[in-house]
């Protein structure tokens, strides 16, 4: 049985600046934006190639604007990313080379913050006799 996740909550206080940065800033595509009542607006957002989309708006989550910490993407090269990020006026910080993996992070509008990860060629490393695990 597959077991997916396909929404996360990410809280913001102002729906539509929120909107507007994944949109227009970072590249997320506009799925949905529906007002259902005066007390439920339901914005969902997907990153490109995403199974995974997020959802913002007014009465989604009880959580406090700027909580949501450390959602974490792949992307295929964190330099082209991160070039991204900063052509589109994102704060993104500099690239963190670990062995597992290169990074780049950085915040919405509200706080909540994003990493970016590039994952190490596994088989280049397994080819050349590294240990991978």
Not at 51 to 78: F, K, L, R
Not at 98 to 111: E, H, K, L, T
């Amino acid at each position: 049985m597959d077991w997916k996740i396909e929404l996360i909550a990410v809280p913001v206080t102002d729906v539509d600046r929120a909107k507007a940065f994944y949109v227009e800033q970072v590249g997320f595509a506009a799925d949905h934006d529906h007002q259902v009542d005066e007390g439920l607006r339901f914005v969902q957002l997907t990153p490109p190639g995403s199974a995974c989309s997020i959802v913002i708006g007014t009465g989604i989550t009880d959580m406090v604007p700027g909580t949501q910490s450390s959602i974490q993407m792949v992307v295929p090269d964190a330099d082209a990313a991160r070039k991204h990020l900063i052509d589109n006026g994102v704060e993104a910080s500099e690239i963190d080379d670990q062995p597992w993996g290169r990074f780049v992070s950085f915040p919405d509008p509200d706080g909540n913050t994003w990493t970016l990860q590039q994952l190490p060629d596994y088989a280049a490393q397994a080819a050349a006799g590294a240990d991978v695990n």
